[in-house]
């Protein structure tokens, strides 16, 4: 087999889903009573997947619906580790791009593997273009790791004006102006739950806020594991919280200096600070209002059919739905193809992804979810034509 080719698995199987044939062929058999016992277990097995399929046969993605309108939309895509979440956003960010959404595909998962998925060196922590498409795609790596590395080097070296620079760069320069007197650099020697998500945050903003971004149309995240993603979603909720604290704080404290300074007849400072927090506090709800706004935002809810990853995608829709964020679509990852003869080893995993798959149709977090199955494909998904191969095959 050509590993190289990812059209291989393609002409084998024009319709992995499709499995009406196969089906035909085992009542014909079945009419004519041609069959043995073991064959009569595939079957049972082979009806079982097609009933399965033909549930949720109506469960398109809904590409078009996704493509519809140049106002911009957010897609973030998550779940469990290692289920394809990836594979999954970049071949979303592929198909966007291919349709003429001029698209930016973001990872904010630390261990990034959007260069591994795309066969191309996207790390760097800028806009990086993907090439080998028809439209324009870019990638961006948010690297927490080496942004705070780089905050403790501009820290040690350059004193309060470098850690200005560097925060400005991540759209997190008034919080060291305001927060300044906290000692960011102590605070990043042991940083605490959720740095790495303010920083990935931050770029959200930017592309919120900042004209040179306006130009593209959809956004992908690829986000890291569940646990990081809830704690990426909540922080604006945390911060807003916090910030209106420091206001509450800082309007106290002004108003007590203010009257000692009319008092000694002193000028009033020209710009207050409590405003630069105001305006840091309406970024975050901005932020957190982006999450939850359903004409711009969707979080699709990535899995694949093991217990494990099911019980772990309702408590991800749990979690989601208490935080007030849009889910519509869940992506079920590497379902085992159809096929004639399953070895033993292919009929015990075909009964478990049953077994799995079932439990996605009566759990009542993922109820009324669109279900998107997508095909376990025996090719590594890697580089631009074998996303856009799976893109064709998962985002219809
Ligand atoms: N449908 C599929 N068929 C075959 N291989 C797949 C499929 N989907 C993903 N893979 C492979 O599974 C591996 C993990 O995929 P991917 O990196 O997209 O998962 P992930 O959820 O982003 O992982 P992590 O949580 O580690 O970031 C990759 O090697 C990818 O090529």
Redo the contacts with the bound molecule.
């Keep these: 087999m050509d590993r190289d080719n990812p059209d291989s698995f393609l002409l084998r199987n024009p319709n992995p889903i499709q499995v009406a044939d196969r089906r035909s062929s085992f009542l014909q058999k079945i009419g004519s009573f041609q069959i043995g016992v073991e064959e009569l277990i595939q079957l049972i097995c082979a009806l079982s997947t097609v009933r399965a399929v033909a549930s949720t046969e109506q469960d398109v993605a809904g590409f078009d619906e996704m493509a519809a309108g140049t106002k911009r939309k957010y897609y973030m895509l998550g ?12 071949s979303l960010a592929v198909k966007f791009a291919n349709n003429g959404h001029p698209t930016i595909v973001v990872s904010t ?1 630390p ?1 990034h ?1 959007l260069s ?2 795309f066969a191309q060196d996207l790390s760097g922590g800028t806009l990086m273009p993907v090439d080998g498409l028809d439209g324009p795609l870019f990638a961006l790596e948010i690297n927490p790791e080496k942004a705070r590395e780089e905050f403790r080097s501009a820290n040690k070296t350059s004193g309060s004006s470098g850690v200005k620079d560097f925060m400005d760069s991540m759209g997190l320069g008034m919080l060291v102006e305001q927060l300044g007197e906290l000692k960011l650099g102590e605070l990043l020697d042991t940083p605490p739950p959720g740095l790495d998500e303010a920083i990935a945050i931050s770029k959200v903003m930017q592309f919120v806020e900042a004209p040179e971004y306006n130009s593209f149309s959809r956004i992908v995240f ?1 986000t ?2 569940t646990g990081h993603t809830l704690r990426l979603l909540s922080l604006p909720d945390f911060l807003d919280a916090s910030i209106g604290k420091i206001l509450k704080l800082r309007e106290k404290i002004s108003s007590a200096t203010s009257a000692i300074k009319s008092v000694f007849g002193q000028e009033e400072p020209k710009q207050d600070a409590a405003d630069k927090l105001k305006q840091l506090r309406e970024r975050m709800i901005k932020v957190r209002e982006l999450f939850r706004d359903t004409e711009s935002t969707e979080f699709v809810i ?1 899995t694949i059919p093991t217990v494990m990853a099911v019980s772990e995608s309702s408590r991800l829709r749990a979690s989601l739905k208490k935080e007030n964020v849009p889910v519509k679509r869940l992506v079920v ?2 379902v085992l193809p159809p096929s004639a003869v399953d070895c033993k080893f292919c009929a015990m995993k075909r009964k478990d992804q049953m077994r799995a798959l079932e439990m996605i149709y009566n759990d009542p977090e993922l109820l009324g979810l669109k279900l998107i199955q ?9 580089g631009v034509p074998a996303l856009r191969f ?1 893109g064709d095959i998962v985002w219809k």
């Design positions: 779940g469990k580790g290692g289920v394809g979440k990836t594979s999954c956003a970049a998962d261990a593997s591994d998925s690829d890291a594991p990535v990852n590497q997508a095909p376990l494909v025996d090719v590594e998904i890697r799976m």
